[in-house]
Structure formats: C-alpha cells, structure tokens
C-alpha cells in the first residue's frame, strides 16, 4: 500500500498549473496499492485552493492557514508535521523554482532518499524513476533502494487533473518554529518590461547559443527585419547580456504563441520549450540532427546557421 | 569572512555519442567546470573584492585527481584555495545521490566554518538541482534557491537577495545569515582568467581530503539511488525537413514561410 502526499503550489492567489498535474502524478503512483492520495495546501486562500483541488483521485487535503505566499521555512516545517502524521510512503512535489527552494530540506529533514526532475514514475514494488542527464541528451531510470522517497515531477510532462471529486478538506495545525523562519518575502516584480513586446509578435526570429558571437547576433537582426519579425532569444543570449531580458523566451522569460517562430542555433532545453511550445508553426536550424526542438518542430533544416541564414535573407531581399 | 563555493567538474557530451553500459563512452565527454559554478565563483570573488575586510574565498569539489586542472581555472578567477574531497569508495559509484553529497559536503562545512555557502543552482550532468538547499537544511544555515541578484550586508547579518520565479517574475527576500545561496546563470559576468591569474593559481593549494580525513566512513557515501538504466530518448520529430545545400534549404524554407504570409511583400 503506498500513501502519496503531495504538495500544492501556488503564487499570488492562484494554484500553479503543476499543482493540478501532482494529483494525477500521484494518483497514479496510488495506483491500484489501496493507498491514499492527500494533498497538502500551505499558505495562502487555502480554502480556495482547497475547493479547486477537489479533483477526483484525492482523497484528503489538508490545508494550513500560515501566511500568504510561499515561505521555504514555513513550507518545510509544515510538509515535515504533516509526514509524521500521515506517514506517507512518496511525497511528491513540483520542479520548480519554488520545489527546488523546499523539497531538498523537506527530504534531508525527513531522512529521505531524493529524486528531482521525474519525467516518469513507476511503482511496482519499488519506485523506478526516469529522468533526463546530460542537458537532455541522455535519459535514465533510477531505482530507488528505500521504502520511501521524495520526488518532484517535471512540470508539463502529466496530464492536469481536471475531474471533480469529493475529498475530505481538513484544517491542519502544528506549532510553528517561529525561531526557524529565517527568510521574508519583501515582495516581486515583473521583470524585462522594455520597449519591446514579444509576447505580441506574429513572427518570432529566436537565437540561441548557437550564434557563438556577440557580434553574429547581427545577423539574425537582419534576418528578422526580412522578414518584418520580432528578434527573440533564450536564455544564454540574455545571460551574456547580447539581447535585453525582454527578449527571453522560455520558462523564466516570456511565454510565447507566435504563428512562426523560427528558432536559430536553440538547442530545446526544456526551459526554452516550456515558453514556446504553443506557437502555432516552429520551425529549427541547428546543426545537430538530434537536437531535442527537432521533436516539436513543424520544419526543420539540419545545417548550419551561418550558411543558412545569408541564404535566407537572400531569399527575402 | 570566508565564503565557501562549492564547483564540480562535468562532464558535456558531445553530438554523436555511444554509451558504454550505464556510461557515455569516455571519448565522447568533454570536461568543464559547471556552468553555474561559473556564476557561483564569480559572485564569491566579487564579494571579496567588494568587501572592506578581509574575505577568504575557499572552493570545495567532490571529484577525482582529474578535476584539478578544471578546479585550478576557479583558483586563477580569485578563489584563494580549493578543497577537493576524493576516495576509493567515490570510484564505483555511478550515481552519487544528494544524501551522499550532503553528507560529504557538511563535513567540509565543519571544518571550515564559513560565513556563507554559494552553490550553483544545478549541475548539468545529473541535474539534481537540490544540493545547495539539502546542505543548507543539514548544517542548519538559512538558504535560498534560484538567486539572481545578491545584495550582501554581512554587517547587518542578512542578504537581500532576489530568486528569479518562472514567467519573469522575481522574488525579492530577506535571507538571514549564514545562509547557503544557489546561484543562477546570468547574475553577473563571470570574468575570464587573466595570465597572471593562471600563474598565480599554480601555486594555490588543492588540499585533497579522503573520507577517513573527514571523519567518515564509506557508509557516507552509500547512495539510495541505484542507476539502473541509461540510454538514448527516442526522438519523436515529425518535421518535415528541408534537405540539400544551404541554398536549397533555404529557398524551400522561403517557399513555405511566404505560403504562410511570412515575410510576404
């Protein structure tokens, strides 16, 4: 019998997306072991998260009223009283920015084995994880050697649970070691809010590592004025300071749905993915044939950029 | 004030690549400092520049004797010395999980006191992305993860720091020291390394530390997580790709953008 516990997510009044995809992540590890699903809800309108989470598969939730938004120590505390008390065989937190700034300290409180990033979970006896290595070149399965195991799921990669159901909505309280919140939340800001929209682009040029120079960005500008386009980029473009943060397209830039975007020397990590899946056509030069954006490319061109592109311009003058 | 940055040398992997049982062939593997730590090093330098006192910049690795040349470029940047933790026991373990490396790591935290631990968000070989927040959690340091942007005021016993959310949303947050950060691309300009700062680092020391030098035992090392599998992911592009010289690819490319109104006159 395997009992999940997982963790809500959620930002500035909202559940996050993830939150929806733990409760069929961990449904599934459920499985048929005639174990229970409950759901931990911290901080917050909890009730309102509560309510939104009454997803058919769950069977508890159990809310703690602790603050408004997510405080690592407030969460580890919490997450730590809640295990003692349900004894969960998995407890299953989103990768996110967020997971990641709470799951480790939760798995090294509780003494348990960590996986991060799952990408698939299977539970037959034993918990079998896969995950990606090596910048998503190589994937692997892990086996964890203990009863019982922290993990958090990739966002994106399970279904959102969306069937209504009727769990039990209990109120949690433990004593909060006020002495162990050493971290305070001041406030946030929207970031890279420039001259330049990219959100609202019909056509997005997008350039990553694979342009090598500053100096080569120059060229994909051209190409991009050809074709009366947006000049985007991920990450590494903006991290070298080439392109202003408003440019980044990705899970920590922009989220874009442009009716082409033509991605130029950009590997396809899954970050960058994560902001432009939902364009409408993608098209990618890249001079590796196993490039992951080649899986979610509508045209491709294996070759390289610096050849292709002057011929594109060409094209367009 | 010393700062403690922990750096691992990964390994890249190249284009084409075979795999040897749960390995990529060694002939294929490129070695490197993680990319992240390249921030991390950085971040810890700037501070020690930036400081009025006297600030010692300590780099910790786990890693056998082959990492010394990668870690000797994080010792030409300004890091004064280097820790480099190694043993038998570390040589046929193919995954060393966060639990290991927590352990291994507060170790080294015992023995040098630091004031503050920064880390690399994550390492781009096994992509845990959870060892900074683990350590912090173990030697009882405060912590944050995903930080982009680091305001120090060690006089004042905090660090304002700001961690970069997803959708370009930051949070800004107080972090009580000592505190272990992970730090994250792009937070500042890591430098390259200057001639004499190469020739300088000859002559720093890599102190390298068995288990038994840190009081522990193989046990310390014993990973819950047991690789069982490696292989290749099947791609599953559906593209239709556009063959030929550069010249054909693109004008068949043009072909299909301008039937879509893409660049249309």
Redesign the interface.
């Known amino acids: 019998m395997s009992d999940v516990l997982a963790v809500v997510e959620h930002r500035r009044g909202s559940p996050r997306d993830v939150s929806f995809e733990l409760v069929t992540a961990g449904a599934d590890l459920v499985g048929d072991t005639g174990g229970d699903l409950h759901l931990a809800v911290i901080g917050g309108d909890v009730d309102a998260f509560a309510e939104a989470l009454s997803l058919a598969g769950v069977d508890a939730i159990h809310t703690v009223a602790e603050g408004d938004e997510f405080n690592h120590d407030v969460y580890v505390q919490a997450v730590e009283a809640l295990s003692e008390e349900l004894d969960p065989t998995y407890v299953l937190m989103g990768n996110t920015v967020n997971g990641l700034d709470y799951a480790p300290a939760v798995a090294e409180r509780l003494d348990l084995p960590l996986v991060t990033d799952a990408i698939g979970l299977q539970n037959d006896g034993g918990l079998v994880v896969t995950r990606e290595m090596y910048a998503s070149k190589v994937e692997s399965t892990v086996e964890v050697d203990a009863d019982r195991a922290a993990v958090t799921v990739r966002p994106g990669e399970w279904d959102a649970a969306e069937e209504p159901g009727e769990p039990a909505v209990e109120a949690f309280s433990f004593d909060l070691d006020e002495s162990r919140v050493r971290s305070r939340v001041t406030g946030f800001e929207e970031v890279g809010s420039g001259d330049v929209d990219i959100t609202d682009a019909d056509v997005l040029v997008s350039v990553g590592r694979g342009i090598e120079e500053q100096e080569n960005i120059e060229l994909v500008q051209e190409l991009a004025d050809a074709l009366g386009a947006t000049l985007s980029s991920s990450r590494p473009i903006v991290d070298n300071g080439w392109l202003p943060k408003d440019r980044q397209v990705g899970q920590s830039g922009k989220v874009v749905t442009p009716k082409f975007y033509i991605a130029i020397g950009i590997s396809g990590a899954v970050q960058h993915v994560a902001g432009m899946k939902g364009a409408e056509n993608i098209v990618a030069i890249n001079t590796d044939p196993d490039a992951p954006i080649f899986d979610i490319a509508d045209y491709g061109i294996v070759g390289d950029l610096f050849e292709v592109v002057p011929e594109l311009i060409e094209q367009f003058e | 004030m010393k700062v403690l940055v922990t750096v691992k040398e990964v390994?890249?992997?190249e284009?084409?690549?075979e795999?040897d049982g749960?390995r990529?062939a060694d002939q294929y593997l490129d070695y490197d400092l993680n990319e992240w730590d390249e921030y991390a090093v950085e971040e810890a330098v700037q501070i020690a520049e930036e400081s009025d006192d006297d600030v010692e910049v300590v780099a910790v690795t786990i890693g056998p004797e082959r990492s010394e040349e990668t870690i000797r470029m994080a010792l030409a940047k300004g890091v004064d010395r280097a820790v480099r933790v190694w043993d038998d026991a570390l040589d046929g373990v193919d995954?060393l999980?966060?639990?290991a490396k927590?352990r291994l790591l507060s170790a080294v935290v015992e023995e040098e006191d630091p004031d503050l631990v920064l880390t690399g968000?994550q390492a781009?070989?096994?992509?845990?992305?959870?060892?900074?927040?683990?350590l912090?959690?173990?030697i009882d340091f405060?912590?944050?993860?995903?930080v982009n942007a680091l305001d120090l005021d060690a006089d004042g016993g905090v660090a304002n720091v700001?961690?970069?959310?997803?959708?370009?949303?930051?949070?800004?947050?107080?972090?009580?020291l000592p505190a272990v950060l992970?730090i994250q691309?792009?937070i500042n300009?890591p430098r390259y390394a200057s001639l004499r700062g190469i020739r300088q680092a000859q002559s720093k020391e890599i102190k390298p530390l068995a288990l038994s030098d840190l009081g522990l035992d193989a046990a310390a090392v014993e990973?819950?997580?047991?690789?069982?599998?490696?292989?290749?992911?099947e791609?599953?592009?559906d593209?239709?790709?556009?063959e030929g010289d550069?010249?054909e690819?693109?004008?068949d490319?043009?072909t299909?953008?301008r039937e879509?109104g893409?660049?249309a006159q």
Do not use: C, H, I, M
């Not at chain 2, 781009?124 to 683990?134: H, I, K, L, M």
């Not at chain 2, 593209?239 to 556009?242: E, G, N, P, R």
């Open positions: 390994a890249e992997v284009e084409d690549f795999l749960l990529v995954l999980d966060v639990g927590t968000v781009n070989d096994d992509s845990f992305g959870a060892t900074g927040v683990s912090a959690s173990a405060e912590w944050a993860a995903v700001r961690r970069e959310l997803e959708g370009g949303v930051e949070e800004l947050t107080e972090v009580d992970t691309t792009g300009e990973s819950d997580l047991v690789l069982t599998d490696v292989y290749e992911p791609t599953e592009s593209a239709t790709y556009f550069a010249g690819q693109a004008a490319l043009a299909v953008l879509k893409v660049g």
